[in-house]
């Protein structure tokens, strides 16, 4: 916008011209989704009249420096698939209309959530080995075990990488396990869950003694024989 400013001097008038900027309206944040995809975190904000652009400004602190990280047009939501997974996020908009920008709005902040592993098993005579693939985002796993599919799983133990030796199972014993990837910033994503057992040992110390025309067979207990 211009404007023309004319006053009344002596003796004669003198004209002055200046230029000034009307800033679009602020736009309120609505929400940043905690959690609630695996894709992305789903930002919303107020409309903002005059039919604006708006900028997305990011940030991993509340009070921290943000960073433009997209402009959009014609929508009041933005989905940020750039986000880590895991990593909780600060969100401010503001309207762009004409090539001015307007101030911040207030902050929202949000979390993309971390994905379940996918969990296979195998066996020996010495323990049940669990292995799953890494997930981006988590800071530990937690490893669950049952009798059954269905119901009554505990935590067994928790790993740093993504796999796990489960020595405490009785041979012979069918078990159920689950693995969770866990975050602070989204809690637990739990996998679907995988058989698994201890194999029996062999048999051992076999010997045969005949007692009155028979021949009578001996070995050594195996655990988890019935």
Same mark, same amino acid.
Request: charged share 15%; no cysteine; proline share 4%.
């Given at each position: 916008?211009?404007?023309?400013? !004319? ?30 995809? !695996?894709?992305?975190? %789903? ?41 880590t997974p895991g990593?909780?996020?600060?969100? &401010? *908009?503001?309207?762009? #209309?004409?090539?001015? @920008?307007? =101030? ?6 949000g979390v993309r959530? *971390? ?9 020996? !005579?010495? #323990?049940?080995?669990?292995?799953? =693939?890494? *997930? ?41 396990? &689950?693995?969770?990837?866990? =975050? ?14 201890? %194999? ?6 076999? !010997?045969?003694?005949?007692? @009155? ?14």
């Amino acid at each position: 916008y211009s404007v023309r400013v !004319t006053t009344l001097t002596s003796p004669a008038f003198s004209d002055t011209s200046s230029s000034f900027r009307i800033l679009p309206p602020t736009p309120t944040i609505g929400s940043a989704s905690d959690a609630s995809s !695996t894709a992305y975190i %789903s930002v919303t904000w107020s409309l903002v009249s005059g039919n604006p652009s708006y900028r997305i400004y990011r940030a991993t602190s509340a009070t921290g420096t943000y960073s433009l990280i997209d402009t959009v047009s014609g929508t009041t939501n933005y989905n940020d698939a750039s986000a880590t997974p895991g990593t909780r996020y600060y969100y &401010k *908009i503001a309207a762009l #209309r004409n090539g001015v @920008e307007g =101030n911040l709005s207030n902050w929202d902040d949000g979390v993309r959530d *971390i994905v379940a592993p996918s969990l296979t098993t195998s066996g020996n !005579t010495s #323990r049940v080995y669990l292995d799953w =693939n890494d *997930i981006t985002g988590r800071t530990e796993y937690r490893v669950y075990r049952s009798t059954s599919s269905t119901t009554g799983y505990s935590q067994i133990g928790t790993a740093s990488s993504s796999y796990y030796y489960d020595y405490s199972a009785t041979p012979g014993q069918r078990y159920y396990y &689950k693995v969770a990837a866990y =975050n602070p910033n989204t809690g637990e994503s739990l996998s679907s869950y995988a058989e698994g057992h201890r %194999s029996l040992a062999q048999v051992t110390g076999l !010997t045969t003694v005949s007692h @009155e025309g028979d021949h009578v067979l001996y070995w050594s207990s195996v655990s988890g024989a019935v």
